[in-house]
Nanobody
Framework: VRIVESGGGVVQAGGSLRLSCATSGFTFGDYTIGWFRQAPGKEREAVSCLSNRDGIRYYADSVKGRFTTSSDSAKNTVSLQMNSLKPEDTAVYYC???????????????WGQGTQVTVSS
């Protein structure tokens, strides 16, 4: 299994970034892909999850209405569109995968290396 995130960077508050998660090594259409983030000194939190099997999406309350996750089955890629970014969104963002939404939210098996997102005020 291989998971590679891209698209992180530095953006001003109110701006947008789009993260991508390229996957391989498993049946993409059967898996749930999750986006997580971890800021310095804070616990890792689930930001968004997308079940490719049934299309169910989960968003943390802190990002609802601002972040959108989408899936491209032709490229085995999941994207996270982040709009109206706030300084508190600054973190390392990780993409992860597992078979079910419940497992992904609690502790997925497969992880990417992470990409840094920094939102300046």
């Amino acid at each position: 299994v291989r998971i590679v995130e891209s698209g992180g960077g530095v953006v001003q508050a109110g701006g947008s970034l789009r993260l991508s998660c390229a996957t391989s090594g498993f049946t993409f259409g059967d898996y749930t892909i999750g986006w997580f983030r971890q800021a310095p000194g804070k616990e890792r939190e689930a930001v968004s999850c997308l079940s490719n099997r049934d299309g169910i999406r989960y968003y943390a309350d802190s990002v609802k209405g601002r972040f959108t996750t989408s899936s491209d089955s032709a490229k085995n890629t999941v994207s996270l569109q982040m709009n109206s970014l706030k300084p508190e969104d600054t973190a390392v963002y990780y993409c992860a995968a597992d078979y079910s939404l419940v497992v992904v939210k609690s502790g997925p098996s497969y992880w990417g290396q992470g990409t840094q997102v920094t939102v300046s005020s």
